[in-house]
Each structure stands twice: as C-alpha cells, then as structure tokens.
Nanobody, 119 residues
Framework: QVQLVESGGGLVQAGGSLRLSCAASGSFFSINDMGWYRQAPGKQRELVARITSDRSTNYADSVKGRFTISRDNAKNTVYLQMNSLTPEDTAVYYC?????????????WGQGTQVTVSS
C-alpha cells in the first residue's frame, strides 16, 4: 500500500507565499511522475504542475512564473513553492504520484490540503 501525505496549506494574504510538501510512503519500486492538482469550489480538478523522475517540469499557464515544483527522490517527496498568490489560487491542492509496484504502475492521490488566499 502507498500513502501520500500532504502538508503546508493554510491561509495567506494575496501576494504571499506558501510551500506545499507531499511525502510518499509504503512498499513500491519507484516513483515516476509526481504532480500537484487543485480543485476550487464548483470547478473541476486541474493540473497545476508536474515533474518527472528526471525532473522535467510543466506548469499550468495560470501559475507559470509564480509556482515552482521540485522533488527530492531520496525522500520520495515533492514540493510546490507558491509565490505571488492571488485569491484565484484558493483551492484544495492534491498531490498525485505515479508509483511503480513490481511491474505495474498505479496513480495514488493524497488527501488534499486547503489553500486559502485572502484579498
């Protein structure tokens, strides 16, 4: 079984910063892609940023230049540094990891962490 535990969400004023962390634990062979998604009330879940095992990254247009995704493979952890936050960034942020267990790969999700940006 694989678990993803997120941390770092909270309430911040517009223009502020937050850093999210997501640590994977359990029995697995390796972690391929890791990513952050978010879901605002009444909206569909959307990709925020993704990072591959060799650290190639891609971002949603709305966060380019403000958010940075990174990972520490030794700690099986992915981070999301969020700067210049706006109220439009308010959402529940979810971590996702594509995990290889023996010969199969499976996507796992974290429980989500709330990010609220006040104006």
């Amino acid at each position: 079984q694989v678990q993803l535990v997120e941390s770092g969400g909270g309430l911040v004023q517009a223009g502020g910063s937050l850093r999210l962390s997501c640590a994977a634990s359990g029995s697995f062979f390796s972690i391929n892609d890791m990513g952050w998604y978010r879901q605002a009330p009444g909206k569909q879940r959307e990709l925020v940023a993704r990072i591959t095992s060799d650290r190639s990254t891609n971002y949603a247009d709305s966060v380019k230049g403000r958010f940075t995704i990174s990972r520490d493979n030794a700690k099986n952890t992915v981070y999301l540094q969020m700067n210049s936050l706006t109220p439009e960034d308010t959402a529940v942020y979810y971590c996702k990891a594509r995990v290889r267990v023996i010969i199969a790969t499976t996507d796992y999700w974290g429980q989500g962490t709330q990010v609220t940006v006040s104006s």
